[in-house]
């Protein structure tokens, strides 16, 4: 209990709930979640005392986000061990529930690989070395995104000297994807805080709307000066010189420098290429994935059709209208395509900014040295980094 308040504390204060908790209830430990499909409409939290019930939420992006996937893994893990279940098989279910988000499976094998270790002292050692490599993991984050703001604030000092940024955001990279304040939305709230934010841009970011409904959410508990704009009509932005940078978070970064990210960051970055405008992708060196070698081999998620064939919000609209309910939008029958993101390459990436320093021109030498210097080691289980 003591870790709850500790990382409340340490998170944004945007948030009134914390993104994700351990919580010790007298009929057994449990995961709280701040339920994401509810938000903006309601600030609900969502109780999860089995694996299961864990990899619904993240699969239905009640909890989502990179860094807040990996956090979620390995408490997955050790909520399995202390409640006692398999946790092998919870380990399985966890790392497969969103294939393209790199810390996800990162979180689940730091987790797993602290459980395995104590073999030697049973059960009840097993469960505990889980659930004190969760909370190293929770508390790795909160300080890599302080770390990240700090980076980022700077780099955009060099880049836009002067101040009055105009920033453009793509999803939602904050205090709901992170322990901490978050990855890219991280970035803007530095900016903000030293008077340097003039604009927060804000795609609502289809089909899901994250940038509408949770960027939007961050930006007006902050104070931050923000707009909400269709995806489309950010080449208007550009076009009329509105746009000094770009700012995004990654779910995957493969070894070439590639940045798997929502889909629509890509069409940003050729849009900020064009118009000679800095593209910033912000992440921890755990969303960097060495072992995959460029973007090409990144797998990448596909949502179900109905989320573009049907207008939907994920919450109820009100007394008797069941959360998720659409509006039929295409001719019933209508293919869709969706992908849950696209990949970026690295040549039209300005620079990744990392808890570690910042990567700039994006290189595969420069990307492996900052991630070689970061507090994780080199050393590799599957595709995420192990810590020290």
């Given at each position: 209990?003591?870790?709850?308040?500790?990382?409340?504390?340490?998170?944004?204060?945007?948030?009134?709930?914390?993104?994700?908790?351990?919580?010790?209830?007298?009929?057994?430990?449990?995961?709280?979640?701040?339920?994401?499909?509810?938000?903006?409409?309601?600030?609900?939290?969502?109780?999860?005392?089995?694996?299961?019930?864990?990899?619904?939420?993240?699969?239905?992006?009640?909890?989502?986000?990179?860094?807040?996937?990996g956090i979620a893994g390995a408490y997955g893990?050790?909520?399995?061990?202390?409640?006692?279940?398999?946790?092998?098989?919870?380990?399985?279910?966890?790392?497969?529930?969103?294939?393209?988000?790199?810390?996800?499976?990162?979180?689940?094998?730091?987790?797993?690989?602290?459980?395995?270790?104590?073999?030697?002292?049973?059960?009840?050692?097993?469960?505990?070395?889980?659930?004190?490599?969760?909370?190293?993991?929770?508390?790795?984050?909160?300080?890599?995104?302080?770390?990240?703001?700090?980076?980022?604030?700077?780099?955009?000092?060099?880049?836009?000297?002067?101040?009055?940024?105009?920033?453009?955001?793509?999803?939602?990279?904050?205090?709901?994807?992170?322990?901490?304040?978050?990855?890219?939305?991280?970035?803007?709230?530095?900016?903000?805080?030293?008077?340097?934010?003039?604009?927060?841009?804000?795609?609502?970011?289809?089909?899901?709307?994250?940038?509408?409904?949770?960027?939007?959410?961050?930006?007006?508990?902050?104070?931050?000066?923000?707009?909400?704009?269709?995806?489309?009509?950010?080449?208007?932005?550009?076009?009329?010189?509105?746009?000094?940078?770009?700012?995004?978070?990654?779910?995957?970064?493969?070894?070439?420098?590639?940045?798997?990210?929502?889909?629509?960051?890509?069409?940003?970055?050729?849009?900020?290429?064009?118009?000679?405008?800095?593209?910033?992708?912000?992440?921890?060196?755990?969303?960097?994935?060495?072992?995959?070698?460029?973007?090409?081999?990144?797998?990448?998620?596909?949502?179900?059709?109905?989320?573009?064939?049907?207008?939907?919000?994920?919450?109820?609209?009100?007394?008797?209208?069941?959360?998720?309910?659409?509006?039929?939008?295409?001719?019933?029958?209508?293919?869709?395509?969706?992908?849950?993101?696209?990949?970026?390459?690295?040549?039209?990436?300005?620079?990744?900014?990392?808890?570690?320093?910042?990567?700039?021109?994006?290189?595969?030498?420069?990307?492996?040295?900052?991630?070689?210097?970061?507090?994780?080691s080199k050393s590799r289980s599957g595709n995420?980094?192990?810590?020290?």
């Open positions: 209990m003591g870790d709850q308040y500790e990382v409340s504390e340490a998170g944004a204060s945007a948030l009134t709930i914390p993104s994700l908790r351990w919580e010790e209830l007298p009929e057994g430990p449990v995961v709280v979640l701040l339920d994401q499909t509810r938000l903006p409409a309601e600030e609900v939290e969502r109780v999860c005392t089995d694996v299961p019930a864990l990899v619904e939420a993240i699969r239905t992006l009640a909890v989502r986000g990179a860094p807040l996937l893990v050790a909520l399995a061990a202390v409640r006692g279940f398999d946790v092998e098989e919870a380990v399985e279910a966890l790392a497969q529930a969103r294939p393209t988000a790199v810390n996800l499976g990162y979180g689940v094998r730091r987790a797993a690989a602290a459980y395995r270790a104590a073999a030697a002292g049973g059960a009840d050692a097993q469960a505990a070395a889980a659930l004190a490599e969760a909370r190293a993991v929770h508390a790795e984050d909160i300080e890599a995104s302080a770390r990240m703001a700090e980076h980022g604030l700077a780099l955009l000092g060099e880049l836009l000297p002067g101040g009055g940024h105009r920033i453009l955001t793509h999803c939602n990279a904050g205090a709901l994807v992170s322990g901490g304040e978050g990855t890219a939305l991280a970035v803007a709230l530095a900016a903000h805080r030293a008077g340097e934010l003039r604009r927060l841009w804000v795609d609502e970011t289809r089909p899901l709307l994250q940038g509408a409904r949770l960027t939007a959410y961050e930006a007006a508990r902050t104070g931050m000066a923000y707009t909400v704009l269709p995806d489309g009509a950010a080449g208007s932005l550009f076009a009329g010189g509105e746009v000094d940078a770009v700012l995004i978070g990654a779910d995957r970064i493969a070894a070439d420098g590639s940045v798997a990210n929502k889909i629509g960051s890509y069409p940003l970055a050729v849009l900020a290429r064009y118009h000679h405008v800095p593209f910033v992708v912000v992440a921890p060196t755990s969303t960097v994935d060495l072992e995959t070698e460029e973007g090409a081999d990144i797998e990448v998620e596909q949502r179900p059709g109905q989320e573009v064939t049907e207008f939907s919000l994920p919450y109820a609209q009100g007394p008797g209208v069941e959360a998720g309910a659409g509006i039929q939008v295409a001719p019933l029958g209508a293919q869709a395509y969706n992908p849950a993101f696209d990949v970026t390459p690295a040549d039209l990436v300005t620079a990744i900014v990392t808890e570690a320093g910042v990567v700039s021109p994006v290189t595969r030498n420069g990307l492996a040295e900052v991630c070689s210097t970061s507090r994780w995420g980094m192990m810590a020290e």
